[in-house]
C-alpha cells in the first residue's frame, strides 16, 4: 500500500469514535501494543528529548526501503508513534520524502504536533525525514 | 464579594467550555485568570490613556504616568516597602532576578566566591546567577531539599560561609507548594553581613508579604500570576543596595544626563526601568493587587481560607487514596501550621502517579475540562532530586471550588483507569 492509502485507512478507523475518551482509549490500546525498539536500542544516540517525554527512534534499510523503530515513555505519545511507523514502515526514502503528513490533522490529533507540547512527535517526524533524506540515492 | 461564587463570576475565562465541558482550570501556579477590574483598566489604557510614560506634555502621556506610578504606590502598599524608590518595574520574576544577578554580582561578587541559592529554585533563581557568575568567576550552590519537600536548614547552616556573597531562596516552590522559612534563612544570613533575595513568583500569590517585616533585601515577583496582565513584575529591593548597584539596561528614561563621553542616571527606581516600559501591564498591577487585597480582608478573606483548608485536606486524602501515587512535598508538620505561614502547604499539588505518564494524564484530563501542568516544570534540578523527568500539578487560587477540586480527582481516577 502506498502512504496515502495507509493514511486514509486509519482515518477511516477513526471515523467510527464520536467521543474523544474513545479516541484515545484507541489510542492508549495501541500506545500498549508490542514494544516497537529493542531495549538495546534506546540509547542516547537515538533519543529525542522532549520537556514533556522522551521518545526513542531508530531506522534500518532493506531492499531500499526504510523499517522504524521507537518508543517513548509517554502511551498517548507511543500510540501516535505506532501510527506514524505502521505508514511509514516499509516505504522508500523518495515517497516518505514526498509525503506531506496528512492523517494526524484529519483524525484530531492536530495538537499533538504542536511545537508547544514538547512531547517529541515533531521531532520525531522531523528525524524520519532526515533519516529519508540519508538514504534517499 | 462574599462568595466564592461571587469571586468567580470576576473572572470571564472561567466561565467557558473547553471540548464542550466546563473548564476547570488548575494551571494557576503557571498563571491566574484576569478579574474583570484589571481587563477594565487595560482596554480603557488603549482605548484612552495611550501614550509613553515620564515623557510627554500632554494629557495622555499625564494620565498614563499617573496610572503607572499609581499601580507602583499601590505595589508599595501591598508589600509595605518604605518608599517608592524601592519598587522596580520590570516584566517579571525572571527580569527581576536576571536584573539582582547581572548588577549586583558586577559589583559585589567576585572570583571564587559563592552564590547560595535554594534546592527547589526554579530555573529563573538558577540560570540568571550561573550566567553572573560565569562572567565573574564565583559559583551557584544549592541548599539542598529533603525527601518531604523541605529546604535542608542544618546544610545551610553549614554553606553559609564567608565566601557566600548572596542568598537567593524561594519564598514558595512552584512544584512543592510549601511555605519556606524565609524569616530564619534571612536572619541567619544577615547574622554574617549577606543578602538574601527571596523568589516571590509563588509567595506574592499565597502569603502576606511585608517585606520590612521579612527583612529580605529583595523580593521578585511576577504580575501575571497574581491577576495583573502578563508582562507585569516587580523588583523590590533595599535602597542601599540598589544605590549601590549599576544600572543593569541603558537606554531612555534611566538617565540624568548624556553625552558621547559620559552619562548619569536618573534616581531611583527609574535607573532600573530603561526604555518604554510595558506601561499598561504595569498599571494594571492596581487593580489587580486591590482585587487581591479584598480577598484578604473582612468576611470573605474567611471563606477564602476555609475553602482553600478544605481544597488542601481533600486533595491530600483523594490523592493518597489513588494507587501507587506519590505527592511530592507533604510534610507531616505542615498541617497543624497556619496557611502561609512557614512550614505550611499552599493548595498546590506536584504528583505522580505509577504506570501513568503525567502527560498522558494531563491530555486525558484536557479532553475532560481539566487544565494542569505536567512536565519539568521550569525545575529540572528538582525533578533530578526526587528521581523523576516528569510531574503533573494541581494548583489553585480562591476562585477555585471544592466541587472543582472533586471533578478533577473524580477525572483524574478515570484517566488513571484508562492507562492502566
Known amino acids: 500500500m502506498t502512504i496515502k492509502e495507509i493514511e486514509n485507512e486509519i482515518v477511516e478507523e477513526f471515523a467510527v469514535f464520536t467521543d474523544w475518551m474513545d479516541k484515545y482509549e484507541y489510542i492508549i490500546e495501541l500506545g500498549k501494543g508490542v514494544p516497537v525498539i529493542d531495549e538495546g536500542q534506546k540509547t542516547e544516540n537515538n533519543l529525542i528529548k522532549g520537556c514533556q517525554s522522551r521518545v526513542w527512534l531508530s531506522c534500518r534499510v532493506e531492499d531500499g526501503k526504510l523499517y522504524f523503530a521507537a518508543d517513548s515513555d509517554a502511551i498517548i505519545t507511543k500510540g501516535i508513534i505506532s501510527l506514524l511507523i505502521r505508514v511509514y514502515n516499509g516505504q522508500t526514502p523518495a515517497d516518505i520524502l514526498a509525503n506531506d503528513l496528512e492523517f494526524i490533522g484529519k483524525i484530531g490529533l492536530q495538537e499533538n504536533l504542536s511545537p508547544t507540547r514538547a512531547n517529541g512527535l515533531v521531532s520525531m517526524i522531523k528525524q524520519i525525514k532526515i533519516y529519508a533524506m540519508a538514504y534517499n540515492n | ?420
Open chain 2, 1 to 420: 464579594m462574599n462568595t466564592i461564587e461571587e469571586i468567580r463570576s470576576q473572572f470571564p475565562a472561567l466561565q467557558q467550555l473547553v471540548y464542550g465541558k466546563q473548564l476547570v482550570y488548575l494551571d494557576n501556579g503557571a498563571t491566574s485568570q484576569k478579574p474583570q477590574c484589571v481587563i477594565d483598566l487595560v482596554e480603557r489604557m488603549h482605548t484612552g490613556a495611550n501614550a509613553n510614560v515620564h515623557r510627554a506634555m500632554h494629557k495622555l502621556s499625564d494620565d498614563a504616568t499617573a496610572l503607572y506610578e499609581g499601580a507602583r504606590e499601590r505595589v508599595r502598599q501591598f508589600i509595605n516597602a518604605p518608599a517608592r524608590e524601592n519598587i522596580i518595574f520590570t516584566s517579571g520574576t525572571t527580569a527581576s532576578i536576571n536584573l539582582v544577578a547581572s548588577s549586583f554580582c558586577r559589583k559585589f561578587v567576585g572570583e571564587g566566591d559563592v552564590v547560595l541559592v535554594s534546592g527547589d529554585s526554579h530555573h529563573s533563581n538558577i540560570v540568571p546567577w550561573q550566567l553572573a557568575c560565569q562572567a565573574c568567576g564565583a559559583e551557584v550552590k544549592a541548599i539542598p531539599v529533603l525527601e518531604d519537600g523541605r529546604l535542608d536548614m542544618e546544610a545551610y547552616r553549614r554553606m553559609l560561609s564567608g565566601r557566600v556573597k548572596i542568598v537567593a531562596v524561594e519564598h514558595i516552590s512552584n512544584v512543592l507548594g510549601i511555605v519556606n522559612p524565609v524569616g530564619e534563612i534571612i536572619a541567619l544570613a544577615h547574622a554574617q553581613g549577606i543578602p538574601v533575595l527571596v523568589d516571590g513568583a509563588q509567595g506574592i500569590v499565597h502569603a502576606k508579604v511585608d517585606v520590612q517585616e521579612m527583612d529580605c533585601d529583595f523580593y521578585a515577583f511576577s504580575g501575571h500570576k497574581i491577576y495583573a496582565a502578563t508582562g507585569s513584575g516587580v523588583l523590590y529591593g533595599r535602597q542601599e543596595l540598589l544605590e549601590a548597584m549599576p544600572p543593569y539596561m541603558g537606554g531612555g528614561d534611566m538617565v540624568d544626563t548624556v553625552t558621547f563621553e559620559r552619562t548619569t542616571y536618573a534616581p531611583l527606581p527609574l535607573k532600573f526601568e530603561a526604555g518604554t516600559p510595558n506601561f499598561i501591564a504595569q498599571a494594571s498591577l492596581a487593580p489587580a493587587l486591590e482585587f487581591a487585597a479584598r480577598l484578604r480582608e473582612g468576611e470573605i478573606a474567611g471563606v477564602v481560607e476555609e475553602q482553600e483548608r478544605a481544597i488542601i485536606e481533600y486533595l491530600k486524602g483523594a490523592l493518597t487514596g489513588i494507587e501507587g501515587c506519590r505527592i511530592y512535598g507533604l510534610p507531616e508538620e505542615a498541617s497543624g501550621v497556619a496557611l502561609g505561614e512557614p512550614g505550611s502547604k499552599i493548595p498546590l499539588f506536584s504528583f505522580n502517579i505509577e504506570r501513568c505518564f503525567p502527560s498522558d494524564l494531563a491530555q486525558l484530563l484536557d479532553k475532560m475540562g481539566v487544565a494542569v501542568r505536567t512536565g519539568l516544570m521550569c525545575c529540572e534540578p528538582l525533578m533530578t532530586r526526587f528521581g523523576v523527568t516528569s510531574m503533573v500539578r494541581a494548583s489553585f487560587l480562591p476562585y477555585n471550588t471544592l466541587q472543582e477540586a472533586e471533578y478533577f480527582v473524580a477525572s483524574l481516577q478515570r484517566a488513571v483507569r484508562m492507562l492502566r
